[in-house]
């Protein structure tokens, strides 16, 4: 079937009652099927299934969608890898006959591709398989030993699927050639290396204590491990490389075992070593996740954005640790999450003080943590006031969120004691350079940062966030404010009420989560004093509007020699400018 027939002959195939049972304990009540939404933290059942229309939609978080949105966001797949796995349960087969030329060839390196990612998947199921076997054997003694000094339980060992790489160079490409699986796509998908001869393929991971990384569909997509017997040329720790089934920048260690933990807790622990993950899973903080020996990036704050908004970020209290604790404040605030910072003593890591001082002392830590703007203010007032200030632009030009960045501008300027005009003309200036260069790209004009695109954002965020005043919107001439076809089609939605969440595309969707959560930039604690505060905006930009209209009129009108009509739209643009002035 081509992709279209596909989808629809998956959607009559399947049912998605029974796609999200595996996951949600649902009940059924009248027509819907409810429970507690599993993609965020609640105890109500504000998440409703409908069986008939093959759709869902939480009415705390607003995610919602079909059989393959629920799918996709539930294990973290994108569209391509949720295709895949429903088609195999459906018994549908997505090919390309009857097509040729580029579209065929195409649709045959596709397929390829996804073949060779399930023979990796295959491979990486199996060497994990033998190095929890391995972890058995009398050669590992020496890490079982390691995993005793450690203190780390049964359960966790088998929680995690620790294992063990012998030190012989081919024990695992021995084994994997025995099973009949190709030493090149081993080599390929990072479990063997080749000699400088580039004809023998050993073991990568040797005399190692093995972490299986698992990806959110729960597959084994990549391997830390760590060294036993350490010497002076090896590295303590090593990762594999990135391949077609794994990125590291994209995968955070433990997450898989952590989801529903994080969903329930509402807050996601980071971390960065795999035996810090280890440790606090067994002291009961079951919602601890780790960055995978790499610094944080970008995507993998998106990954967790998907589970909470809401980070504790634990760190070491010396100088690295608190300049990593700085550069990940910046990711996760600008991001538009909330997160607090955890500070070690000196010369403690996670796994000593737990042992040491027990969890009641690092509870106390916890609840003692600074947010992490604060945090960040912190550290800057320890540098020079021009290192302060390029950190507020830089921190600024990460922000796509033009709401959020006039929420942090002010923030930024009372804390640091600088301009706000400075600094608002400063992000101004850089958006508007940036849509230039957009422009020049061909990039769609809707990611420019305009006045009106800057209006129409306004009005759409009150809307979204006090569903209740639109009638209040309406009456200070707010909706007559909105042009452009896009905000034009949201607001018709809007006024559908709750239930148009399910028309909602993508991209109106994340807006609508954004301007809803509960700790959202800025906070919806004062109704009333938005309106008036858009209600004054409004009228400055109409009286702007009506004075460029009137300057224009008299323009247009030049030369005509009609002195009396001319002096009407003299009065008219007296009284506008009377106005502005009244108003500022």
């Known amino acids: 079937m081509e992709y279209k027939e596909a989808i629809r002959a998956i959607k009559e195939r399947l049912n998605i009652v029974d796609i999200v049972r595996r996951y949600v304990d ?67 087969t997505i090919d390309s006959r009857g097509r040729r030329g580029p579209d065929a060839a195409e649709a045959r390196r596709r397929r390829e591709g996804q073949d060779k990612k399930q023979l990796m998947l295959r491979m990486y199921d199996y060497a994990a398989s033998w190095f929890a076997q391995a972890l058995n054997a009398s050669s590992a003694a020496e890490c079982r030993a390691y995993i ?36 090149d796509i081993a080599t390929e998908a990072g479990l063997l290396a080749k000699a400088d001869t580039g004809r023998r393929m050993y073991d990568r991971f040797r005399g190692r204590l093995i972490f299986p990384i698992r990806s959110l569909a729960n597959q084994i997509i990549a391997f830390g491990g760590r060294i036993i017997e350490q010497k002076n040329d090896e590295a303590k ?83 690295p640790g608190r300049k990593a604790a700085l550069k990940a404040c910046e990711m996760v605030l600008t991001r538009g999450l909330a997160c607090r910072v955890v500070l070690l003593p000196d010369g403690e890591d996670i796994d000593s003080f737990l042992r040491t001082a027990g969890t009641d002392a690092f509870d106390r830590l916890q609840d003692e943590a600074s947010d992490g703007f604060s945090f960040c203010m912190t550290a800057l007032r320890n540098q ?25 501008i002010s923030r930024l300027a009372t804390q640091l004691q600088l301009s706000e005009q400075d600094l608002r003309q400063g992000f101004s200036d850089w958006r508007q350079h940036q ?71 993508e991209r109106e969707k994340a807006f609508w989560t954004r301007c809803r959560r509960e700790d959202a930039a800025p906070p919806m ?60």
Request: aromatic share 10%.
């Open 148 to 183: 005793q000094k450690r203190g780390l339980s049964l359960e966790i060992q088998q929680h995690f699927a620790l294992g063990w790489a012998d030190k012989e160079w081919r024990s695992l490409a021995g084994a994997l050639e025995r099973a009949g699986f190709p030493l």
């Open 237 to 319: 720790y090593i990762n594999s490389s990135d391949t077609p089934i794994y990125k590291k920048g994209e995968h955070l260690y433990g997450l898989a075992q952590a989801r529903r933990s994080i969903s329930a807790k509402g807050q996601a622990m980071l971390t960065e070593g795999y035996m810090d993950v280890l440790t606090l899973h067994q002291f009961g903080y079951t919602n601890a996740v780790g960055v995978l020996g790499t610094a944080l990036t970008q995507d993998q704050v998106k990954r967790l954005s998907g589970f909470t908004s809401n980070l504790l970020m634990l760190f070491d209290g010396d100088g």
């Open 435 to 505: 849509g230039r260069i957009a422009s020049t790209a061909g990039i769609a004009p809707s990611l420019q940062d305009t006045a009106q695109s800057r209006n129409e954002r306004q009005i759409l965020m009150f809307a979204i966030r006090y569903p209740d005043k639109l009638d209040d919107l309406r009456g200070i001439g707010a909706d007559l404010a909105l042009k452009s076809p896009q905000a034009l089609r949201f607001w018709a939605k809007l006024q559908k009420g709750v239930d148009s969440v399910c028309e909602l595309d």
């Open 26 to 92: 649902l009940k059924r009540n009248g027509a819907r099927w409810v429970a507690p939404c599993p993609f965020h933290q609640e105890t109500k059942p504000s998440f409703y299934v409908n069986e008939e229309q093959g759709s869902f939609i939480c009415f705390g978080c607003h995610a919602s969608g079909d059989i393959f949105e629920f799918y996709s966001k539930i294990n973290g797949l994108d569209f391509s890898e949720t295709l895949a796995a429903l088609a195999s349960e459906a018994h549908v």
């Open 384 to 408: 020079s006031p021009r290192e302060a200030i390029d950190w507020a632009h830089g921190f600024l030009k990460q922000i796509a969120l033009p709401e959020l960045a006039t929420y942090y």
């Open 525 to 584: 604690d004062n109704c009333e004093r938005e309106l008036n505060a858009l209600k004054n905006y409004l009228d400055s930009w109409y009286l702007s509007a009506q004075k460029a209209s009137v300057s224009a009129a008299l323009r247009d009108r030049c030369g005509k020699d009609d002195f009396d009509g001319d002096l009407v739209y003299l009065q008219a643009l007296q009284t506008t400018l009377e106005q502005k002035n009244e108003q500022s």
